[in-house]
T-cell receptor, first 116, second 113 residues
Framework: EAQVTQNPRYLITVTGKKLTVTCSQN?????MSWYRQDPGLGLRQIYY???????DKGDVPEGYKVSRKEKRNFPLILESPSPNQTSLYFC???????????????FGPGTRLTVL | AQKVTQAQTEISVVEKEDVTLDCVYE???????LFWYKQPPSGELVFLIR??????QNEISGRYSWNFQKSTSSFNFTITASQVVDSAVYFC??????????FGQGTILTVHP
């Protein structure tokens, strides 16, 4: 089944404790992206990747890191989480993005993160 | 910088009413892509439509229709004869030719029986 998976789905942690949220897709998509969803603010793009080893900042990259060493994986790293990073996080992928024409983005189920 | 503005924060209608969700996308790019996504109460994000900036054709899919007007950068979404199952948060989004995607704040649609 074609899908985007995220782990964990729920996470409660404390300020300053490094964490990684994994994202994996099995559709051989080039484009992957991370978003956070907060009430009244919609989805805001954190980072995106047009292909392996190519990443770029979205609208709210501060406090986050990403890497794209393989096509299928795009982990989101919070090196020192803070309470203002409490949010619902979505990973997404699409066949192409940008100049090669956007395709439908497939979203993961979301990760609800609480930072105490 | 890009900006997506969804005019309505919340809309409440009674079943069978038509409802239009407004979206305006601001960008300096001449090539861009517009999307609508639906987020039902279960939380997943469901793709509805994509439109390129050089394609101004309107589109109809069942009870859903979309009207894109490049002159005003508007990409409005109409649901005809709304149903309770249409209750969801609807997001408009715009993407640039270099990969950045910006979402609006969402419109919460509630359809009452």
């Amino acid at each position: 089944e074609a899908q985007v998976t995220q782990n964990p789905r729920y996470l409660i942690t404390v300020t300053g404790k490094k964490l990684t949220v994994t994202c994996s897709q099995n559709m051989n998509h080039e484009y992957m992206s991370w978003y956070r969803q907060d009430p009244g603010l919609g989805l805001r793009q954190i980072y995106y990747s047009m292909n392996v080893e190519v990443t770029d900042k979205g609208d709210v990259p501060e406090g986050y890191k990403v890497s794209r060493k393989e096509k299928r994986n795009f982990p989101l790293i919070l090196e020192s989480p803070s309470p203002n990073q409490t949010s619902l996080y979505f990973c997404a992928s699409s066949l192409h993005g940008g100049r090669r024409s956007y395709n439908e983005q497939f979203f993961g189920p979301g990760t609800r993160l609480t930072v105490l | 910088a890009q900006k997506v503005t969804q005019a309505q924060t919340e809309i409440s209608v009674v079943e069978k009413e038509d409802v239009t969700l407004d979206c305006v996308y601001e960008t300096r790019d001449t090539t861009y892509y517009l999307f609508w996504y639906k987020q039902p109460p279960s939380g997943e994000l469901v793709f509805l439509i994509r439109r390129n900036s050089f394609d101004e054709q309107n589109e109809i899919s069942g009870r859903y229709s979309w009207n894109f007007q490049k002159s005003t950068s508007s990409f409005n979404f109409t649901i005809t004869a709304s149903q309770v199952v249409d209750s969801a948060v609807y997001f408009c989004a715009g993407g640039t030719s270099y990969g950045k995607l910006t979402f609006g704040q969402g419109t919460i649609l509630t359809v009452h029986p």
